[in-house]
């Protein structure tokens, strides 16, 4: 069996390796410039369009993460990219989802507890007792109830703030209040403390972090976006700051990666930003992960974590 790997060129020795030692069958090799030899499998990391070259045999493309929007923006810019008859499939779970807990948990403890405004008093020398918000109002809302969503959400639940999730189709989550397509889309907001974004970035969810969207959240309300950049209309957070309808946000992923350095949001002191890195892909979870799906497809089974392309994630 033949499979092909591409991530960029820092990493890819220690993912080689790994995967080396996880498929000692499988002949492995590391794309170059103008291969377009057969290949059964294709395992990749923000891979250049030249690499999807038609390739003979090729059975599935494996993404080392859980977005596989990159992918797909080089299929819509130029459509054809994507070898037709192999599919896409993505990292679930893969170790991020706890790490996605910890991060958002993290992030919404501080804000309930106020330590946000502590950090800003103590740069001042101030002592004041700041009064923490009311846990039965702290609404909790978390957009994408899928793999980490969905995990967040049950990490959340024992804190006691109402925790609401959101999604396309129905989810049932123990102690999550759950809301479902468009028409459910502004109850879902309706007094939101804290909205957390977990959706993937498809052409249906490009730019929904908007005024519009904050207006409908509880005024002074805070914003965690996990998901990716291009969600967020970042004009409309600023003005939303500036109006305090926003009272403070973290962000880990932004429209330009990394962030460049006379970006304003690091001169909005209500603004925390980590870069990229709420979950990280684990190698030895990633690379057990793939070739086990590797295994199961050369078995002539199925695999979850398919790509659904018609509605991008
Ligand atoms: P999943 O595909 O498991 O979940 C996606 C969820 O979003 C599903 O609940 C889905 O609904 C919902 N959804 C998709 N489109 C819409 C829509 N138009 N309206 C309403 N709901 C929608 O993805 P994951 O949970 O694994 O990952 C989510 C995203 O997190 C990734 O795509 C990636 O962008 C981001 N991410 C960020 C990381 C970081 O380090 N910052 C690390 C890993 C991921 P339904 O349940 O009905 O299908
Ligand atoms: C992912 C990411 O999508 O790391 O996995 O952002």
Redesign the pocket.
């Known amino acids: 069996m033949k499979v092909i790997f591409y991530t960029p060129p820092k990493e890819a020795a220690d993912w080689l390796r790994d995967f080396a030692h996880a498929m000692p069958e499988a002949e492995l090799r590391e794309w170059q410039p103008g291969d377009d030899a057969p290949a059964d499998f294709a395992v990749v990391w923000r891979p250049p369009r030249e690499m999807f070259t038609p390739r003979a045999g090729l059975r599935a493309v494996f993404n080392l ?5 990159a992918i797909l923006a080089l299929e819509r810019e130029h459509p054809g990219t994507l070898p037709r008859d192999a599919q896409l499939i ?4 893969g170790g ?2 706890p ?2 807990a910890e ?1 958002v948990g993290h992030a919404v403890l501080r804000y309930l507890r106020r330590f946000d405004e502590y950090d800003i008093l103590q740069a001042e020398r101030r002592w004041k007792v700041l009064e923490p918000h009311p846990r039965e109002t702290f609404t909790v809302g978390i ?9 967040v959400a049950r990490a959340l639940a024992p804190f006691g703030m109402p925790v609401r ?7 049932d989550i123990e102690g999550v209040k759950t809301y ?3 028409a459910q ?1 502004d109850a879902f907001l309706s007094g939101v403390k804290v909205l957390v ?6 052409p ?2 490009h730019d ?1 972090l908007d005024a519009r969207v904050f207006s409908k959240l509880a005024h002074g309300a805070y914003l965690i976006n ?3 950049g291009a969600h967020l209309v970042e004009q409309d957070l600023l003005d939303a700051l500036a109006s305090g309808q926003i009272a403070a946000a973290t962000l ?2 932004f429209r330009e990666e990394p962030l460049s350095a006379n970006h304003p949001f690091w001169r909005q002191p209500r603004i925390t930003i980590t870069p ?6 684990l190698r030895a979870e990633s690379v057990a992960q793939v070739a086990a799906k590797i295994a199961a497809l050369a078995r002539g089974e199925s695999v979850t974590g398919v790509v659904d392309l018609a ?3």
Do not use: C, W
């Open positions: 993460g859980a977005g596989v929007d993505r990292i679930e779970d991020m989802a790490q996605m991060y957009l994408g109830m899928g793999v980490l969503g969905s995990h999730g959101y999604s396309r189709s129905p989810r479902a397509g468009e889309f974004n977990l959706l993937p970035h498809t249906d969810t929904v996990v998901a990716r880990d992923v990229h890195s709420s979950a990280l892909t509605r991008g994630y």
